[in-house]
């Protein structure tokens, strides 16, 4: 029994290695690299803390290298997930009932050994199945998942201790129940952070989850699992299955006593997934909680009185890091003319200096995008840019999928600021810059507000504060994350919470006690120290 309110130990965000060359961490991360790369892992799914091997394997091969095959996973019948959900079921009594300070420690152990033991092989796995060099590994796969881990545990007791206030003779208290039954978590392939922290937050605050992770992420996924299992966490509290996202949504959603989707994806398929929540809402126990972060067609905007050098560094770290495929990758531009000369001389620069190739030499800024789908799809658009009238390929362009799924950084100039690419989520390499007359620039806010569906990031630049806080206000629904004189990416968790609204999602703010706080039903409980014996109010004593 739990005899004080208890604080977990002081939070600070995680410090960035830099892997500078000669460096110990560099000749760690890069032996661990190499050992895995020529290695080969069999992934089981785990159900009830069992490892579960179907047969029916699907092989891994990393997106820079994509004829080499470092491992497989065993793909889920309808069975398993079934298993899945019975599993998570039968944990949950002891688990709701366990202490909050008994599963904070569990991920703050986890924080631990992934800044130790577990760091090299996190981010190496990261660099290789995901293709992400060693700074954007660093940042997302050990960082962030670190911080996902220790904040949330600060956000629990923070909860916690929001307590209603008592009247004489009587006390009120507020118990921060998890929900009934069990919760699902969908997760995408370009964060391993993100992938960790969408079961774990809700888990920490006493659920049981069903954890879907992306098919393109599951060489990382696997070592998530053995660091949540090293670090305590009991069986059956999240039973992870791997394979066909339309199987295993749609046995997991006909469920009845499905309580939550916790989802980072496609808009289209976050829409879906709520449409096939709403149509089974008679059937479910309580209304599902449903947090979604989808996509986005985030902007860069620059005044007049904005630094080209600067301006042009936005561009060229916010489209490019992680070869654009971040939900909040900058992909439209609106540039004053003014500035474009020097700023397009500043862009072009850049990118000529990006190195392109395979995450393991670290010289190499730029890596391989996902998949052959998002290859396919996005050199389409590199080439109906190259043909059409109203777009201008000012550098790069160059796609090649013999060896990887490699797109050079490509800087479309469009005269059309409602062009195909400025309102279209390319998730790749590539952004698309409208150059305005200086003299419109209140004008040009309306198209960065009104040309995309999406609003989660945006970034704009001036050094006129009086441009600054009108652009503020304009520009007040068009992003969830607004960033002023600075890049549109790399939100910080407890600093930046992250998320938007519109077509980009819930706007629940990942990294914030506002997300932890949907994986929670409030009980409101009063009692009363000597209760009244007579029905009769003073009012009635004038009769």
């Known amino acids: ?38 290695d080969f892992v069999d992934i089981p799914m785990l159900i009830n803390g069992e490892e579960v091997r179907t047969g029916k394997t ?102 916690y201790k929001n307590q209603p206030k008592s009247s004489k003779g009587v006390w009120n208290r507020m118990e921060y129940r998890p929900l009934e039954g069990f919760t699902y978590a969908v997760t995408p392939f370009n964060f391993t952070a993100i992938a960790a922290n969408l079961p774990t937050s809700m888990v920490m605050m006493g659920n049981v989850c069903v954890w879907k992770p ?53 808009t289209e398929v976050f829409r879906a997934l709520w449409e096939q929540v709403g149509k089974n809402i008679g059937n479910y126990k309580s209304y599902p909680r449903i947090v979604g972060e989808t996509g986005g067609k985030d902007f860069i905007w620059a005044h007049p009185s904005a630094d080209s050098k600067q301006v042009a560094t936005a561009i060229s770290r916010g489209a490019f890091e992680y070869q654009g495929q971040k939900c909040s990758a900058a992909s439209r531009a ?74 050079e950084p490509t800087v479309i100039l469009t005269s059309n600021p409602k062009y195909k690419t400025m309102h279209t989520e390319l998730f790749g390499p590539v952004i698309t810059i ?13 198209l960065v507000d009104e040309t995309s569906e999406y609003a989660l990031t945006g970034a704009i630049f001036s050094k006129d504060r009086y441009v600054i806080d009108y652009v503020e206000d304009a520009l007040r629904n068009a992003a969830g994350n607004f960033y002023i004189n600075d890049k549109p990416t790399g939100a910080v968790v407890g600093q930046q919470p992250f998320g938007g609204s519109r077509s980009s999602g819930t706007n629940d703010k990942a990294g914030s006690i506002w997300n932890l706080l949907r994986w929670v039903s409030p009980r409101t409980i009063k009692e009363t120290f000597v209760s009244p014996t007579d029905y009769r109010y003073p009012f009635l004593n004038n009769n």
């Open 214 to 266: 992306s098919n393109s992420q599951i060489y990382s996924a696997n070592v998530i699992i053995e660091l949540l299992k090293e670090a305590g966490l009991p069986d059956g509290v999240i039973n992870v299955v791997y394979g066909d996202p339309v199987m295993i949504s749609n046995t997991i959603l006909a469920n009845p006593n499905f309580s939550g989707l916790h989802f980072t994806g496609s």
């Open 434 to 446: 409208y150059v305005y007359e200086d003299k419109d620039w209140k004008e040009t806010l309306r």
């Open 334 to 407: 609106y540039i004053p003319k003014s500035l474009w000369s020097d700023i397009k001389d500043y862009i072009i620069s850049d990118i000529k200096s990006m190195k392109l190739g395979r995450p393991f030499i670290t010289g190499h800024f730029i890596n391989a995008v996902i998949h052959e789908d998002s290859f396919d799809k996005i050199s389409q658009y590199i080439a109906y840019a190259k043909k059409d009238k109203e777009a201008q390929i000012i550098v790069g362009g160059k796609c090649d999928k013999t060896k990887g799924y490699f797109i």
């Open 1 to 38: 029994m739990a005899s004080g309110f208890y604080n977990v130990p002081n939070i600070e965000n995680e410090p960035v290695k830099e892997y500078l060359p000669g460096s110990q961490e560099l000749k760690d991360l890069m032996s661990t690299y190499q050992s895995m790369n020529l």
């Open 58 to 159: 699907v092989a891994i091969n990393p997106p820079h290298d994509f004829k080499r095959t470092v491992g497989q996973y065993h793909e889920a019948e309808e069975k398993h997930v079934i298993q899945a959900i019975s599993s998570c079921l039968e944990a949950k009594a002891l688990w709701a009932k366990t202490p909050w300070e008994h599963r904070a420690a569990i991920f703050l152990k986890a924080a631990e050994l992934l800044a130790g033991p577990y760091r090299a092989k996190m981010n190496a796995t990261t660099m290789i199945g995901q293709s992400k060099n060693v700074h954007q590994a660093e940042i997302d796969s050990a960082c962030e998942m670190i911080d996902f881990f220790r904040f949330n545990a600060q956000f629990m007791v923070e909860i």
